[in-house]
T-cell receptor, first 111, second 113 residues
Framework: GENVEQHPSTLSVQEGDSAVIKCTYSDSASNYFPWYKQELGKRPQLIIDIRSNVGEKKDQRIAVTLNKTAKHFSLHITETQPEDSAVYFCAASIDDYKLSFGAGTTVTVRA | NAGVTQTPKFRILKIGQSMTLQCAQDMNHNYMYWYRQDPGMGLKLIYYSVGAGITDKGEVPNGYNVSRSTTEDFPLRLELAAPSQTSVYFC????????????FGDGTRLSIL
């Protein structure tokens, strides 16, 4: 099955700085890569996703990049704010509906 | 529109007891999923369903059973609760293969003592 590794496990950034989270996947057939944000005690919520036919996607302060050759994808958050503090999960899908998740990155934005 | 609704929110079970975690969605989604989330870990897929009457195993199905008699409901059954099943359980749904985003419920926090 698909194996997704996520780094770093924790990330502390100063408010206004950028945060970058990286994930690698094992199966070259994976074709869909979503990112979820989970606040403490809450449900995971999709924040951005990218498909294998696209190299980069942006949504305001959030961007995701995909390198299919290297089998890795990254989440970039610019101008971080306190409300960006949460656990972020990457995931990969080869079947278009079953997701394999990374272990998560705890992001703390320092005021 | 309630989205994905899970009940109960919290439950404590004794070893060997059985229970059913309920999940319902009102978005007319065909695909439904059960995940477990252990502390500090990502979500692991337990079972999934691509439509009423169709279910299949995910990564960690042992100790669980599911059924899908209607499009709306996808209950998860624990037959003989074990301490290793202490976890937070999330149900999710998505419309189809081409509309991938999964919508999650609020989760059920289950402790087995």
């Amino acid at each position: 099955g698909e194996n997704v590794e996520q780094h770093p496990s924790t990330l502390s950034v100063q408010e206004g700085d950028s945060a970058v989270i990286k994930c690698t996947y094992s199966d070259s057939a994976s074709n869909y890569f979503p990112w979820y944000k989970q606040e403490l005690g809450k449900r995971p919520q999709l924040i951005i996703d990218i498909r294998s036919n696209v190299g980069e996607k942006k949504d305001q302060r959030i961007a995701v990049t995909l390198n299919k050759t290297a089998k890795h994808f990254s989440l970039h958050i610019t101008e971080t704010q306190p409300e960006d503090s949460a656990v972020y999960f990457c995931a990969a899908s080869i079947d278009d509906y079953k997701l394999s998740f990374g272990a998560g990155t705890t992001v703390t934005v320092r005021a | 529109n309630a989205g994905v609704t899970q009940t109960p929110k919290f439950r404590i079970l004794k070893i060997g007891q059985s229970m059913t975690l309920q999940c319902a969605q009102d978005m007319n989604h065909n695909y439904m999923y059960w995940y477990r989330q252990d502390p500090g870990m990502g979500l692991k897929l337990i079972y999934y369903s691509v439509g009423a009457g169709i279910t299949d195993k995910g990564e960690v199905p042992n100790g669980y059973n599911v059924s899908r008699s209607t499009t709306e409901d996808f209950p998860l059954r624990l037959e003989l609760a074990a301490p290793s099943q202490t976890s937070v359980y999330f149900c999710a749904s998505s419309y189809s293969r081409s509309d991938q985003p999964q919508h999650f419920g609020d989760g059920t926090r289950l402790s087995i003592l």
